[in-house]
């Protein structure tokens, strides 16, 4: 990730530097062809379709808001060397098969801000060097099998702000190096197991923003590798710890073990939840309760909203690995809080 920042700060610095414009007849009238032709810059170029002629040595293609609505199968058949690509704010709604599938080399490919409804198995064909694809703001309402089908390097996955209502058991199955997966802002009303399954590298899930009420126990149990877990703005009124307790991790199998060794825990509704069960501890706030929900001196952040709902940023997991010799034996760690359900 931070390789491919620098090469973009790298491109901005370039192109915003440069004073010996390049143009040549490879160049189609509203681009602006750069540095020995690896930049093509046709933002704004009021593009209905994609340009005829870009210099075959670009790597760097910005096509950002223009108004091209369709990508042709086998598109970019004289671009192989494009790394990057930009066609956010257009008004992408097709994406033939094949669409980008000589784009063998493509790293990043932003297709924010467009009006792309379905993701077909054809859409990933070919993009097997991708390691950021940008989704935001489309029209997505279900995820399944196919859609990341091809998509085998990548690293951050944007779904911000679609409506998908539907993620499929195994939607993300070919996505074992996948870090960042941001689905914030969509309508997802459940978490059933299996909708994670194989994202093993996955280190940052963003579901805030949904209307996540219901959470199979052990959905987020494959992500083995997770930091941080964000389910803030959900409409969670029962949260189950062994939801949490199922995140399994190379170096524990168990939330409040971690918790012992994060440096702070925020309870923003903190005054308003209570304990549901187990039955002996039914109605005591859970600040009443709070030494046996094992908050203990070093803890880093947990966050739980007035809205009754969670926010994990599992910095713990981090802070643990630090401190793992260090906290080995601790008194107290047979405490069982698998059982209580907050209101
Ligand atoms: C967007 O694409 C649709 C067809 O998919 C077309 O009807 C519409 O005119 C386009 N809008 C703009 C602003 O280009
Ligand atoms: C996701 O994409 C949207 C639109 O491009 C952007 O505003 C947002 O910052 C992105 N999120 C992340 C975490 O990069
Ligand atoms: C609980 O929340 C409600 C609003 O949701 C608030 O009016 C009330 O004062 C809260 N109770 C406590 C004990 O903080």
């Given amino acids: 990730v931070a390789v491919m920042r620098n090469f973009v700060f790298l491109l901005l610095v370039l192109t915003a530097g440069s004073t010996s ?16 032709l690896k930049f ?18 670009t790597e760097l293609l910005d096509l950002s808001d223009n108004h091209i609505s369709i990508i042709p199968e086998r598109s970019f058949s004289k671009n192989r060397k494009l790394r990057v690509l930009l066609l956010q704010n257009n008004n992408i709604s097709v994406v033939e098969d094949g669409g980008f599938s000589h784009l063998e080399f493509l790293q990043k490919l932003d297709l924010s801000w467009n009006q792309i409804s379905v993701l077909t198995e054809g859409f990933t064909l070919g993009l097997a060097s991708l390691r950021e694809l940008l989704l935001a703001h489309n029209r997505l309402t279900i995820l399944d099998t196919v859609s990341f089908l091809h998509l085998d390097g990548l690293q951050r996955l944007n779904l911000t702000s679609n409506a998908i209502s539907i993620i499929q058991v195994r939607s993300f199955s070919s996505m074992s190096t996948l870090r960042q997966l941001h689905l914030e802002d969509n309508q997802l009303t459940s978490l059933r197991s299996g909708i994670f399954s194989m994202l093993r590298s996955l280190e940052v899930l963003n579901l805030a923003g949904n209307h996540i009420s219901d959470m199979e126990m052990s959905v987020f149990k494959p992500l083995v590798s997770m930091t941080l877990l964000n389910l803030a703005n959900n409409q969670l009124s029962t949260l189950s710890f062994k939801t949490f ?18 440096q702070r825990l925020f309870l923003d509704d903190y005054f308003n939840l209570t304990c549901r069960t187990p039955p002996v501890l039914q109605d005591y706030r859970l600040m009443d309760v709070d030494t046996e929900l094992c908050i203990a001196e070093t803890v880093t952040v947990l966050i739980i909203t007035v809205t009754v709902v969670i926010t994990v940023l599992a910095a713990m997991l981090m802070g643990e690995r630090k401190r793992k010799k260090k906290k080995k034996k601790k008194k107290g760690e047979n405490i069982d809080t698998g059982q209580c359900h907050c209101n």
Avoid: E, M, N
Avoid at 245 to 262: A, D, E, G, P, V
């Fill in 21 to 36: 414009k390049t143009r040549s007849s490879w160049c189609d009238l509203g681009c602006d062809c750069r540095g020995d």
């Fill in 40 to 57: 093509t810059i046709c933002s704004r170029a009021l593009f209905t379709q994609l340009p005829d002629r870009v210099p075959p040595s």
């Fill in 245 to 262: 307790q199922s995140i399994h991790t190379y170096s524990t199998h168990r939330l409040f073990r971690k918790l012992r060794s994060i």
